[in-house]
């Protein structure tokens, strides 16, 4: 059982739009990927105690499982939201976010001294692109990786944003593959690899982004502030899909490009181990 005080849900509540029964954007089954992420099946009985509503579920859930558990669910859909908060482009009370932060942080047993990192901060950060020869990726794909990132950098000169997102989520998925095809062990045997139905880990072609990129975090592979925005660039890369993109009015700027450019200049520097 978390211990999430009254006070806390409250807060929590209010970032993550709960009322209605809804939570953030999410649909049934966008609801259950999320959490599949997270060892979690929640549409399964265990979480219908308060009713079956996706914010019921989610209350349920906020009682049943650990501190940890919930603190990291909680710090990736604060991430979602920000992402979505961007998208839309309005903002939430800042305020009531880093208080959302501090409470999901506290959860995952993170320091008082750890920082919550801004966009900006993110920004500020010089991340060079190292070596490719330090990347671990098929010498016959670094060429491809390589070309991808030079295109990418003369899409943001000229204000092709969206191709900017697309060519950045491409070479993370590359190197992270590589990473995994490198040292099957480590991403094997995380908590956090992703399971058939009998069990054992799926082939690593079969992985999401995003389970490439949790597990990667998971075994000090990526640091946490590239984890996060490693996310975010995941997030905007599913608007390849056009009636995605139109659903939700997701137009990318500037900022949005060259943040995800700078998430995926963080992977290459801590894949590389050149941070």
Aim: aromatic content about 8%; glycine content about 8%.
């Amino acid at each position: 059982m978390s211990n999430l005080t009254a006070a806390d849900r409250q807060y929590l509540e209010t970032i993550l739009d709960m009322g209605g029964g809804y939570v953030l954007d999410f649909n049934d089954q966008s609801f259950a990927e999320f959490f599949s992420r997270h060892g979690v099946a929640i549409h399964s009985d265990k979480y219908r105690r308060y009713g079956t509503s996706k914010a019921k579920k989610m209350r349920a859930f906020w009682d049943i499982e650990s501190d940890p558990l919930v603190g990291r669910v909680l710090s990736e859909m604060i991430d979602k939201c920000e992402a979505q908060c961007l998208i839309d482009q309005r903002e939430l009370d800042s305020a009531i976010l880093a208080k959302g932060r501090q409470v999901a942080s506290t959860l995952s047993g993170m320091t008082s001294g750890d920082s919550v990192i801004t966009d900006q901060g993110f920004l500020r950060k010089d991340f060079q692109i190292p070596d490719l020869k330090r990347i671990p990726i098929d010498p016959l794909v670094a060429g491809i990786v390589q070309s991808r990132l030079e295109e990418a950098s003369r899409c943001v000169e000229a204000g092709a944003f969206l191709s900017v997102i697309f060519l950045c989520g491409s070479v993370l998925e590359a190197v992270l593959l590589g990473a995994a095809g490198q040292d099957p062990r480590s991403f094997n045997q995380s908590a956090r690899s992703p399971k058939q139905e009998d069990g054992k880990v799926r082939q690593f072609h079969n992985w999401r982004l995003s389970e490439l990129i949790d597990v990667a975090s998971e075994i000090g592979l990526l640091k946490p502030d590239t984890q996060k925005f490693s996310h975010g660039l995941r997030d905007f890369r599913n608007y390849i899909h056009p009636y995605q993109q139109m659903s939700s009015g997701f137009t990318p700027d500037e900022h949005t490009a060259n943040l995800c450019f700078q998430a995926l200049k963080a992977a290459l520097a801590d894949v590389s181990g050149s941070r």
